[in-house]
């Protein structure tokens, strides 16, 4: 009967469940803490529970494991796993810059400039969670701190290009119910009067005279003057 006895112990703790963490090198020469277990005994296969970057995280898993096997229960990992949350908007901005290879340096400043501006408001938040009124807060947000209506217009530019590329439809950026750029009334030029251009010409290098009188006459751009030369 003893014998009989000793049987059944040793065939008992052959089949127990166990779990356990293995450390492992990575060719980087890296740390990573492996988690593996097993539903029977030595004969059964080991099975994978998770890698980790450090020992903490392995245990917690570990231990997770192991309460799941005293619960009689082959631990189902798909329980752990969290819905993949969208990016947040400043990481998406910053893919977003590094790909417009397309464009010239004075381009790509202004996306900067613009993308600063934004970022204090929109920066923190999911990409797929911001709305058009999140969008027209950004406008109210920029337009009560002194931003001029042209730098609201560019930032507005930025962030639609910015939700286009992480692919948002409808693009809250573009949408023209809720936002809305701020008034601006446009203060009329007067242009100088001949005694303003004569006082400058007589002030100006002599090679500068005759482009003076030419912008003066025909109201070319500066460009445009430039190419003829």
Request: glycine share 6%; with cysteine; aromatic share 4%.
């Amino acid at each position: 009967m003893e014998s009989i006895a000793r049987s059944k112990l040793c065939a008992e703790a052959v089949t127990v469940a166990s779990v356990w963490v293995e450390r492992r090198t990575t060719k980087r020469g890296g740390v990573r803490y492996r988690v593996e277990y097993r539903v029977g005994g030595r004969e059964s296969a080991s099975r994978y529970a998770g890698t980790f970057g450090t020992m903490r995280e392995a245990r917690a898993r570990r231990d997770w494991v192991a309460g799941e096997l005293a619960n009689m229960r082959v631990p189902d990992l798909t329980l752990l796993a969290e819905a993949k949350r969208a990016p947040l908007v400043r990481e998406v901005a910053e893919r977003w810059q590094a790909s417009r290879v397309d464009v010239a340096e004075n381009t790509r400043l202004q996306h900067r400039s613009a993308i600063r501006r934004m970022l204090p408001v929109l920066g923190g938040r999911h990409v797929d969670t911001v709305t058009p009124t999140d969008v027209a807060d950004l406008v109210a947000a920029l337009s009560a701190g002194g931003t001029a209506r042209e730098s609201i217009r560019k930032t507005l530019n930025a962030a639609a290009m910015i939700f286009d590329f992480a692919g948002i439809k409808p693009n809250p950026a573009r949408d023209r119910v809720h936002v809305r750029l701020p008034h601006e009334v446009k203060q009329e030029i007067n242009p100088p009067t001949a005694e303003h251009v004569l006082a400058v010409h007589q002030l100006l290098p002599a090679r500068y005279r005759l482009p003076l009188l030419v912008l003066d006459a025909t109201g070319m751009r500066v460009g445009e003057l430039e190419a003829l030369s």
